[in-house]
């Protein structure tokens, strides 16, 4: 199922037995599948053309599948190959068992520290291997981190994510939350936005409310701009030193991902462990 275009091979829908649908998204369904030949699981992300042409989303789709047909790392879904027939396109991607981080937090309504290091320390490793590459992800939420079988993370949803440096200005929907004071000012900005994100999850995972919510757009753009941010006594002092040192106004002054790995909160806390390796399909 390797995706690079010279040998890549080509599948059809019927190389597969669909499954339950696993979830929908704006631009189509996502089902379970199965390859009929060697019984792989998979998860087939099927969109529709019509719609992702009059929402003019060719290129940011021929990017998003891209960038992540070419980054492998057991923290981040594989997109294993794609297809496409003259209405759909479909996308192959590893399925994540344990379904969405969103969902879990939504459940527990926060997290322990155990479960927020080692997510964090998972999502440190993932970008450090895509800020190598030169990808920035820049939309880093539970919503776009799936679970594995052991419930390690597995970022998803490359659709925002561009090669570095960007002068693109953002024009999203979806959540402020996570926006740096950077790319709410249009200004250039580099892989320190990553850095950004991973403050405000670390906090929403612990506190289970993102640190700049606010009840209107506008409230939430200056409390980011202000770095207004305050911590609830449950809060334990080492992950309020770790994100008040990635919350910085000033990207150059976040700590970056190797000194997020090793801050002493991340290391006493984390209990990352590497899942077995998946199965390779030809
Ligand atoms: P999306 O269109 O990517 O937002 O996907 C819609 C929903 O399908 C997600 O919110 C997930 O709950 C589910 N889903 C997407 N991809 C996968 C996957 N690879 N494995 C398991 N569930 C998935």
Known sequence: MEPSTSTRRRFTINDFEIGRPLGKGKFGNVYLARLKEN???VALKVLFKSQIEKEGLEHQLRREVE????????NILRLYNYFYDKRRVYLILEYAPRGELYKELQRMQRLNEQRTATIIEEVALALTYCHEK???????????????????VKIADFGW????????????????????PEV????????KVDLWCVGVLCYELLVGQPPFESSTHSETY??????????PESVPLGAQDLISKLLRYNPSERLNL?????????REHSRRVLPPVAQVVS
């Not at 709410?184 to 892989?191: C, K, Q």
């Open 258 to 266: 190797a000194e997020t790995l090793k801050h002493p909160w991340v």
């Open 134 to 152: 030169k990808v920035i992800h820049r939309d880093i939420k539970p919503e776009n981190l799936l679970l594995g079988l052991m419930g390690e």
């Open 67 to 74: 960038i992540q047909a070419h980054l492998q790392h057991p």
């Open 39 to 41: 019984h792989f699981i």
């Open 184 to 191: 709410i000012e249009g200004r250039t900005y580099d892989e």
């Open 161 to 180: 994510s561009v090669h570095t440096p960007s002068l693109r200005r953002k024009t999203m929907c979806g959540t402020l939350d996570y926006l740096s």
């Open 222 to 231: 200056k409390r980011i701009l202000k770095v207004d941010l305050k911590f």
